[in-house]
Structures are given as C-alpha cells and as structure tokens.
C-alpha cells in the first residue's frame, strides 16, 4: 500500500530494519585523513619485510627499498537511490518520512560497508576446519592460536559469526559461563573470550554452502573512507513521473593488508 491521503500520517514512522554492528568500525581507519585532505583513487600503502636477527656474518640483509612491497587499497563506490516525488511533499508535510528515508540511506550504506569487510576477509584470509561438523570452543581457541602462531597482535582481535548459529555459539560451555561473569556483556552486551571479541551477524555469508567463523585483526583490515552521505540531485526528466531522484554516494575503500591478518574457520 503506497503513501496516500486517504488518512492522516502520524509523526511515529515504521523504520525499516537494517543491521549495524559497526563492524568496518573496528578496522584501520588511521587512512580516513589522508584520503578526504588528498582524494584518490587508489591508495598504496609500503610493507615492510620481516627482520631476522641472526649471528654475523649474515647473508641475508634486507633493503628499505628493494625489499619494501606496496599493499594497493582502491577506492569504489556505492549509492543508495531515493525518489522525491512532487506529492510526497504534500502527504507529509512536516518531511518526516522523507527524513526517514535519508535516515536508512546512511544505515544501508554502513550494512555494506560491514558485509565487504567480512567478504573482504572471506576471499582473502587464511582458511583453517572446523574441528567437526558443529561449532565448538575449540574452533574459537584455534583461531586465536592461528593469529598467535602467525605473530599477530593480541589486542585488536575480533571474530565474526554468523548470527544463525547464535544460539549454537551461546550454548558453549565456556561460553554460557563467560556470559555468566563478564561484566562488560552484562552491561553492553558485548561478549570476549580468550583474546576474541564475538559479534553476531546477519551478514556472515556461508562458503560453499558451508557455516563459518570470520577472525579479524582489526589494524591489519584497512578500511578508508571519504564521503558516506554525498549527495546528488536531478529533476527527473519524464514528464509522467514528476520528481527529484536523490543519489547518496559512499566512497570507500577496503583490503586485507596481508592473508594471516584473517582467520576464516570453516565447518567442514
């Protein structure tokens, strides 16, 4: 049923449902300046090799030249598109609707954002089992101990899973018991263990028809960001429709900076 006149429009508005877990949020945004101060299209960033301390004489010496790579970060696009018609204004007068509409445009865009970081990770992270066909704590630990195995920083670790395993993850026993005693879930409700802190999701896409577990290490996920909300306007030119179609654009940028800095443990 579309907006009409036939009754008077409350100020209370149905808001249409959109995750927002501010996932890409607990990534690198240390980029965010660079990019809107200089604007690209593609952003290069140096990585450095791995020193080795060995007794002299040496044979394998690094150069800060030679032997530094560039990670490329390319920046993309993505827009949510509003129609304005002319009687919408008439409807709803006071343009609560129309706000609400602008409202969801940010939070579609923020969902996206959440759903590239994780497919980020997904496609490009480092893929261990499951250690059976349902999820245990042990999958949780191995995942910390690939992160402690390849040298990653404990802190800044977070792992996403899928939000229809939720309860199957609630009912670990080391889980049910953290639940029981963390201060800061029973007051945010954000869960830890171990050295992860677990987010349920409703992004969280299966791989080959297969369930998974998404271990992020924040830093090591560049996520940049210039505009979320830009912008453009145009009278639409058909004379049968009679509205303004508004683009809200986001230009973004996402990359694993190297494989180890995602864990992907996935059922078998």
């Not at 490329?72 to 304005?84: A, L, T």
């Not at 980020?120 to 059976?132: D, F, H, K, L, R």
């Not at 800061?184 to 896409?205: H, P, T």
């Not at 429709?241 to 900076?257: E, P, R, S, V």
Request: hydrophobic letters at 45%.
């Amino acid at each position: 049923m579309a907006l009409t006149n036939v009754q008077t429009i409350l100020d209370f508005i149905i808001q249409a449902l959109y995750e927002d877990k501010g996932i890409f949020n607990m990534c690198n945004r240390s980029l965010d300046g660079f990019i809107k101060e200089h604007g690209a299209g593609e952003v290069r960033i140096p990585s450095l090799p791995v020193l080795e301390a060995v007794t002299p004489p040496a044979t394998n010496r690094k150069a800060v030249a030679g032997d530094t790579g560039m990670v490329s970060v390319v920046m993309q696009k993505s827009v949510v598109e509003i129609r304005e018609e002319v009687e919408s204004a008439y409807l709803n007068k006071k343009g609560r609707i129309l706000q609400g509409f602008i409202d969801g445009a940010a939070k579609a865009h923020r969902k996206n954002f959440d759903a590239k970081v994780i497919l980020e990770a997904q496609n490009n992270g480092t893929v261990i089992p499951w250690n059976g066909a349902t999820v245990t704590a042990e999958d949780l630990d191995n995942i910390d101990a690939k992160f402690d195995e390849l040298e990653v920083d404990p802190d800044d670790r977070f792992v996403v899973y899928p939000a229809r395993i939720k309860t199957a993850v609630n009912l670990i026993d080391v889980i049910k018991q953290a639940r029981g005693f963390n201060q800061n879930f029973l007051e945010k409700g954000v869960l830890e263990y171990n050295n992860l802190k677990l987010v349920a999701s409703a992004r969280v896409a299966k791989i080959g028809g297969k369930e998974n577990l998404v271990g992020i290490w924040g830093p090591g996920m560049a996520f940049l960001l210039d505009k979320q909300m830009d912008k453009f306007s145009v009278y639409n030119s058909d004379p049968n429709i009679k509205a303004t179609d508004h683009d809200y654009f986001a230009w973004y940028g996402i990359k694993l900076l190297k494989a180890g800095y995602a864990i992907i443990s996935k059922q078998p």
